[in-house]
């Protein structure tokens, strides 16, 4: 099992500019791509981003693409989260995971961003 400590959230307003990471450790060799998710109050977990931690890709939910962006540093196990131009909509408890779907059991706590207008 992997485990995932998200941080970087915070307050900002809106058009402002926010980069979560993503510390992985545990059995991270079994796992091929870490995925952003983000649950607001009262709505299902959504995704919003996912990169391969091998080869050069990433896709994007397209309510971020353009504003967000997706990294990943494979020596620190660490993946990213670049947003900027943030809308008070992005307010969220914002998740990482191995995995590019909201089927997944081992959620950690998340890091909360909350977007002012």
Same mark, same amino acid.
């Given at each position: 099992q992997v485990q995932l400590v998200e941080s970087g959230g915070g307050l900002v307003q809106a058009g402002g500019s926010l980069r979560l990471s993503c510390a992985a450790s545990g059995r991270t060799s079994s796992s091929y791509v870490m995925g952003w998710f983000r649950q607001a109050p009262g709505k299902e977990r959504e995704f919003v981003a996912y990169i391969n931690w091998d080869v050069d890709r990433s896709l994007y939910a397209d309510s971020v693409k353009g504003r967000?962006?997706?990294s990943r540093d494979n020596a620190k196990n660490t993946v990213y989260l670049q947003m900027n131009s943030l809308k008070p909509e992005?307010?969220?408890? $914002? $998740?990482?995971?191995?995995t590019m779907t909201t089927k997944y059991d081992y959620w950690g706590q998340g890091t909360q961003v909350t977007v002012s207008s």
């Open positions: 967000f962006t997706i992005d307010t969220a408890v $914002y $998740y990482c995971a191995p």
